[in-house]
């Protein structure tokens, strides 16, 4: 029997960084055949994911003339309860001595994972350091290890590699405007071939004609910066939702005419109008009937006392998105990956503090006076 390294996920898509380190990982350990594993979850449950045989064929092609590698279907076959304390051992029955090879974010909430101690019991866990999150790397990730051998015992190793900042999801909003850098060839052919995440498609091109080159790469960043900011925070918020909100934040911000549309009357001519615009015409021109997506356009720059959880972050996104690079945002930003809410309010102060407070929208007032004042009583 060989041994064999396993590597599990959705693969929604697989992508470049995927091969990457699976490939190291295999050489780096001296195993003779990677197991990839992608996650059977039929695409009915979960929007975001294509088919279980479009996300298998795909692997498939990013892994394709390395004959060391197979793509296990398992999970199909065993079709549900595909817990990895119940999939491992029939792997390791099946290809011998097997070591799970996982990142060091999976890593972060692993005593979470259903019965733990049964995958430590079953094969060594391979871990690699995730860039972008301190967290996820260096004397952070030895002392969750530490912390897990004593509770589960179990070994570990932390692999010399560090695992780019690049997820599958950020990937799936890079084909959305048509950017297919971060995939094999192979795998970009089939997605471009069958119209593979093209739902968004039409609906990027209409925003592009409604905005400027400079607006129209602010709104990519604030997409890219509120879907990892969903995902580090585990929010739970459907990618269609992130990033459908995203996307038209700001898609009145060049076309502030009224037509006719209701909008609050002290709005007209300040700087909050198109947020107010934007919930209407994302209604009227693109047909976005889901309300809270509505209403997080309509407080993305003024903030509002008393918010969901999915205002904040359409709020906080736009503010600390990637492109703004002038202080003291980057430090703003800093702060709202390490703790969401407290990071919201931070934004919230600096906007608060900047804007001439005889020019001050209401309902930013009021929102101060919500999170930040009333906090300190």
Known sequence: MEKVLVFGGTFDPPHNEHVRIAL?????????????????????KRNSLLSFEDRVELTKLAFAGDDRVV????????????????????LKKK??????????????????WYMPKKILDTCEIAVVPRAGREEFCGERLEKKIEELKKKFGG???????LGGDVSSTRVRAQMAFSCFDDVPEG???YIEKNKLYADFHEMVKKVRRFEDDALFEHTKAVVMTALDLNSDFRMGFAFDKVFTAALLHDNAKQRKSLDGLSVPFDAIGSPVLHQFLGAQKA????GVEDEEVLSAISCHTSAKKNMSEFEKLIY???SVSYDRTYEPIPKLREKVFENFEEGFKS????????????KMYPLTEQAYEYYIKNDRK
């Open 24 to 44: 190291f990982a295999l050489n780096y350990l001296g195993l003779s055949k990677l197991v990839v594993v992608p996650t059977y979850l039929p695409a009915y």
């Open 71 to 90: 793509v296990d279907e398992i999970e199909k076959r065993r079709e549900k309860d595909n817990y990895a304390a119940l999939v491992l051992p029939e």
């Open 95 to 112: 290809y011998g001595e097997i070591t799970y090879m996982i990142g060091g974010d999976s890593l972060d909430y692993f005593d979470e």
């Open 155 to 161: 070994k570990f190793s932390i692999l010399p590699i």
């Open 187 to 189: 795998v970009a052919e």
């Open 283 to 286: 209604k009227r021109d693109f």
């Open 316 to 318: 906080t996104a736009d």
């Open 347 to 358: 934004v919230l102060e600096y906007t608060y503090q900047k804007v001439d407070k005889s």
